[in-house]
């Protein structure tokens, strides 16, 4: 196990650690030398470092995507931490837990996958009965649902934070139901469940969350509208309007042409769906932003590209 982890990392602490290196850029200095700006990562998160001279030198021999052991300091530059390195050198796989390195889920993932089961029990209706028992009497497809993460960055970016997100789409949508309860709560629950399941292609993570090639080229909604249309046609007389309309609900939960939405929610339960994965990811990237709060005097966050503002971090004591 580690004895440094980047979440931890001070202001003029001493760095003699391994991480993952996930980004180098060779440059020239003005008087013709060369530094390398570069990027480590690990299971709390990332640090930018800066490579001179000698250690610069190291560098040429690592490439990105190796597990390489840094000695330097840390340091502060226009306002973000960073690591100077001193030297660098690459340590094999063999020796590293990859539990350092792939951030996880805090939550049980056994009781929340017990959780989801209970909300898939409820469905009644017997066509979409039929079409989540075709996923989830898939061994394959749960292994791979407890596994995956939400994101790359943005929310829920962590091992088994596609369960996670999952279960808390159903707790939202039960409490939803409370209130509007002339929605159709089995194609409420059906579509939680699906919406996402195209994350389970979509990233790939044995030393970091990253996208894959499919993952990259289809993104998620296509690839989860092709799964669930997949299954579908293997049920028979499954009636057109219900096959549409979960359809649709995959294909609009992003709510915006310019979130990825091919087309916008059309009906009360495809908009209710878009809602409430819009809540729980803008909550959960709230939420990494008080994680990340390294002293209590800090009020505000950096500027969050995602959510277009900074985060008032003071909590009542």
Not at 172 to 188: A, E, K, Q, R
Not at 212 to 222: F, M, Q
């Given at each position: ?163 996670v997100h999952t ?115 803008k909550i959960a ?33």
């Amino acid at each position: 196990m580690k004895s440094q982890y980047i979440e931890e990392l001070k202001p003029g602490q001493v760095v003699r650690e391994t991480f993952l290196l996930t980004r180098k850029i060779p440059k020239e200095k003005k008087d013709g030398g060369l530094y390398t700006q570069i990027e480590f990562s690990d299971r709390t998160g990332t640090i930018e470092g800066i490579a001179w001279d000698s250690a610069s030198e190291d560098l040429k021999e690592l490439a990105v995507g190796e597990f390489v052991f840094v000695v330097g300091n840390v340091s502060e530059y226009n306002g973000r931490l960073q690591i100077v390195v001193s030297s660098a050198h690459k340590i094999s796989e063999a020796e590293i837990d990859p539990d350092d390195f792939l951030p996880r889920t805090e939550e049980n993932i056994d009781e929340v996958m017990a959780e989801i089961e209970t909300y898939r029990k409820k469905v009644k209706n017997p066509y979409l009965k039929d079409l989540l028992d075709c996923f989830f009497s898939d061994e394959s497809f749960l292994t791979k649902l407890r596994k995956a993460p939400a994101a790359k960055k943005a929310h829920h970016a962590y091992i088994g934070g596609l369960a996670v997100h999952t279960r808390n789409i159903l707790r939202l949508i039960n409490g939803v139901y409370n209130s509007y309860n002339f929605l159709n709560l089995d194609l409420l629950i059906t579509a939680g469940l699906l919406h996402d399941i195209g994350k389970i292609y979509e990233y790939s993570y044995l030393k970091k969350i990253d996208h894959s090639t499919v993952g990259r080229l289809l993104g998620h909604i296509i690839i989860g509208y092709e799964m669930v249309i997949h299954k579908i046609e293997k049920i028979q007389n499954f009636p057109e309007d219900l096959k549409l309309k979960i359809l649709h609900m995959i294909l609009s939960h992003h709510g915006e042409f310019e979130w990825g939405s091919p087309i916008l929610p059309c009906f009360p339960e495809a908009l209710v769906l878009h809602f409430i994965d819009n809540l729980d990811s803008k909550i959960a990237m709230m939420r990494e932003e008080f994680k990340k709060k390294r002293d209590d005097e800090r009020e505000w966050s950096d500027y969050h590209p995602l959510l277009e503002r900074e985060i008032y971090l003071k909590e009542e004591n």
